[in-house]
């Protein structure tokens, strides 16, 4: 390798991608991530409703991994939506009457995680659910399902 190539190189390594040509920008980036990073679009997106003292999901468990919640209030109070369980504490800000919003998850455990709202008593109220993670051989030994339940498909 030349005295030029090395520096060309060394130059492209050492400078942030946001000041590299278009086409190498990508690259330049994607090759400093490590290789375990989180994956920018998610496996599984979640709907969920928060109506006034419940919680409906489309999905009721996931494989670790990035999952999405897109989150809607329904009804006639403010929510949050939080996730907690296995290294995991997470939560929408305050979300009002109609709004929306997504929460980005990523899931680095199997196990049982708690969704709710933690606005005043609304947890005690019905605002609390479980959500399971699943390791893959779960779900390939047919014992468990992500996929919707009957009443929600209907």
């Keep these: 390798m030349s005295l030029r190539h090395a520096c060309v190189l060394a130059a492209v390594i050492l400078a ?6 278009a086409p190498f920008a990508a690259q330049a980036q994607e090759a400093l991530l490590p290789v375990d990073s989180v994956p920018a679009e998610p496996s599984l997106i979640v709907a969920v409703e928060l109506i006034d003292y419940e919680i409906a999901l489309t999905h ?3 494989l670790p991994g990035l999952t ?8 006639n109070t403010r929510h949050t939506f ?3 369980g296995p290294g995991t504490d997470i939560k929408t800000r305050m979300l009002f009457i109609a709004e929306s919003s997504e929460l980005d998850v990523f ?3 199997p ?3 708690t ?4 606005v005043g008593f609304h947890a005690g109220a019905g605002m609390i ?3 399971t993670v699943f390791q893959a051989s779960e779900l390939i030994d047919g014992a468990a399902s992500v996929e919707p339940s009957e009443a929600q498909v209907e």
């Design 115 to 118: 969704l709710y709202c933690d």
């Design 111 to 113: 196990g049982v995680y």
């Design 107 to 109: 899931f680095s455990e």
């Design 82 to 84: 939080r996730v907690e």
């Design 60 to 62: 009721h468990g996931a």
């Design 68 to 75: 999405r919640f897109a989150v809607a209030t329904i009804g």
């Design 16 to 21: 942030p991608a946001a000041s590299l040509p």
């Design 129 to 131: 659910t479980p959500f």
